[in-house]
């Protein structure tokens, strides 16, 4: 009898060490009705037993045909609203963002790898102003966007040369893996001035990006470290900090040596990189809001996760419908060449290649057999289940005179 007692206070105690604190924003909201929820809600696992679909948002899209386009769910531990109309994203995403809506979930993998920094995730405030205010008019303004158009042109050549030798020599393409070189690189050029070394981690740190696990929604588990998930972050974090460390120390000495030179740049040096105006805003003492180097890593992976991975996979997917869809082909190509111009690499590969999909005995494909497949896959952007991989054909005229 006593060792049951002694084994329940045991529980109870341990149940309220780890139970995560209420915030202040989370007491002020209990009062408020919440949106119409499945019924049960489970202990610990809330309603994760719901989530029965292979795709997360293919389970939410059945539970909002029952109970409409705003309705809550707990994921294991956490409350969640779920919003599945264009206007309800616009109320949630901008109407209301600023005031109520911009403190958004971590995974521990996006904590932990942002620094706890990362300027999607931060609350509203004076760092949040200040730094959307760094992002919009001094890194993505029109003036530095056009300074870096050759540089982009030139990653778009990099990788229609490769489809060029491809069609040469009528060997297989993993398109889908081309494409993420030329967004990793794009963003490595642009953000840090190289790209090299830090490809592969990025890709690394956007794929756990894409991941979820239970430690994250169930917190007895968050706080026992139950699993592999944690480790891996330790050990993708392990890799990546040293390497954005090398990287900020060269820029800053390309930096010093370049005011030697009265800001001269030297031969084959690219003259705008992100990192240096953060580093600049870092040391200037007269700012308001000193930017810390913490704070520096936060935004160079936020600029990673935001322009790689959903950059390629959106040219991934349009590649695929247009390949399963030749009358739309046509017409793009014809809006391409008199409409737009090949200023993009979707406009690029359409007007110089046809791409001839490869089937699974390792044989091109003919007629209507030649279609893509378009099943989903799990993760943060909602990639393709199976790479697109093609032999690529060359349109000779258009292809050598963009080539030249």
Not at 156 to 166: E, T
Not at 333 to 351: D, F
Not at 362 to 380: F, H, Q, R, T, Y
């Amino acid at each position: 009898m006593l060792l049951e007692l002694a084994l329940t206070f045991l529980a109870i105690a341990l149940f309220m060490h780890l139970r995560p604190k209420p915030t202040a924003k989370s007491k002020a909201l209990r009062h408020l009705p919440n949106p119409p929820s499945p019924k049960p809600r489970l202990p610990f696992v809330g309603h994760l037993h719901l989530l029965d679909q292979p795709l997360l948002h293919q389970s939410l899209i059945r539970l909002s045909e029952r109970y409409g386009p705003l309705y809550s769910l707990y994921f294991g531990s956490m409350p969640t609203v779920v919003a599945s109309t264009p206007e309800l994203f616009k109320l949630f995403l901008q109407t209301h963002e600023a005031s109520s809506f911009n403190t958004r979930f971590q995974t521990s993998a996006i904590r932990r790898l942002t620094y706890d920094n990362s300027v999607a995730m931060v609350p509203f405030g004076p760092y949040w102003k200040f730094i959307r205010k760094v992002i919009m008019n001094d890194l993505l303004n029109a003036t530095t966007v056009n300074k870096l158009r050759p540089l982009r042109s030139q990653e778009i050549r990099k990788v229609l040369r490769v489809l060029a030798q491809s069609s040469e020599t009528q060997k297989p393409l993993n398109v889908t893996e081309e494409l993420l070189k030329w967004t990793n690189s794009t963003i490595s050029m642009m953000m840090l001035g190289e790209s090299e070394e830090i490809r592969d981690i990025a890709r690394e740190v956007l794929k756990i990006f894409g991941e979820y696990s239970l430690t994250d929604f169930i917190w007895p588990l968050k706080k026992l470290r139950v699993g592999k998930y944690e480790q891996r972050i330790d050990e993708i974090f392990n890799k990546y900090d040293p390497v954005i460390e090398k990287v900020i120390k060269k820029r800053q000495e390309i930096r010093k040596r370049r005011k030697e030179r009265n800001g001269e740049v030297e031969e084959g040096e690219q003259s705008v990189v992100f990192l240096d105006t953060l580093l600049q805003f870092a040391e200037d003492e007269t700012m308001d809001i000193k930017i810390t180097k913490e704070q520096i890593k936060g935004l160079v992976v936020d600029f990673f996760s935001a322009g790689t991975d959903s950059t390629a996979v959106a040219t991934d997917w349009a590649l695929s419908e247009l390949i399963n869809n030749p009358r739309v082909l046509q017409k793009a190509r014809e809006e391409v060449e008199s409409v737009v111009g090949m200023a993009t690499l979707l406009a690029s590969v359409i007007q110089c290649f046809d791409l001839q999909v490869m089937g699974p005995q390792g044989k091109i494909l003919k007629g209507n057999d030649a279609k893509v497949s378009m099943e989903e896959s799990p993760g943060l952007t909602v990639p393709r289940a199976n790479n697109l991989v093609c032999v690529p054909l060359m349109r000779t005229s258009i292809a050598a005179k963009l080539l030249s």
